[in-house]
């Protein structure tokens, strides 16, 4: 999560000033998703510094990937707009163009991955730890079962508590 986090806003710092700089059209599209996406992802971490743990946080991350995948196609779609209706040029450079679709591919890559091993691999793998811890619980449990000390072999302690149980039931 560490690198993909200054990856990633290092990368969108320098894009945007490159896009800044080149007045790309397309930039307009990045910001609403980007406000979008970020209003949602930092009210669920507002209500988790509060205490709350809400359930949406998978669809937060899909709704990231959807945001790159978008981004990768806005990028790969500017490139066939040459030229718009009215003869007039696309307003996004070959350079802007090329440096989005490879910023937004490597971030779909990254969100892609993080998602895998956040909500797949990891439950997967604690599926299998549980699993484990069961048939390893299971296994205490008969051996404990198996090994039970008789009355005589438990503490003094045990004994009393035991027989003032007893008392209690009779």
Not at 50 to 71: E, H, R
Not at 150 to 158: D, F, G, N, R, W
């Amino acid at each position: 999560v560490m690198f993909l986090h200054w990856y990633h806003h290092i990368t969108v710092l320098l894009y945007c000033w490159h896009s800044y700089a080149e007045r790309n059209a397309s930039g307009l599209w990045f910001i609403a998703m980007n406000f979008t996406v970020h209003a949602i992802m930092y009210t669920y971490y507002f209500l988790t510094s509060l205490g709350y743990k809400p359930a949406w946080a998978k669809p937060v991350t899909a709704l990231q990937i959807s945001q790159m995948f978008v981004g990768v196609y806005i990028c790969a779609a500017s490139m066939g707009f040459v030229e718009e209706e009215g003869g007039e040029a696309c307003s996004v450079t070959p350079a802007s163009q090329k440096a989005g679709l490879l910023m937004y591919a490597s971030y779909f890559v990254l969100f892609v991955l993080y998602a895998l091993e956040r909500y797949v691999w990891r439950d997967a793998k604690n599926d299998g730890k549980k699993k484990t811890e069961n048939v390893k619980e299971e296994e205490q449990s008969n051996d404990v079962e198996e090994s039970a000390p008789t009355q005589k072999q438990q503490p003094a302690e045990s004994n009393n508590d035991s027989q003032e149980t007893r008392k209690k039931i009779r």
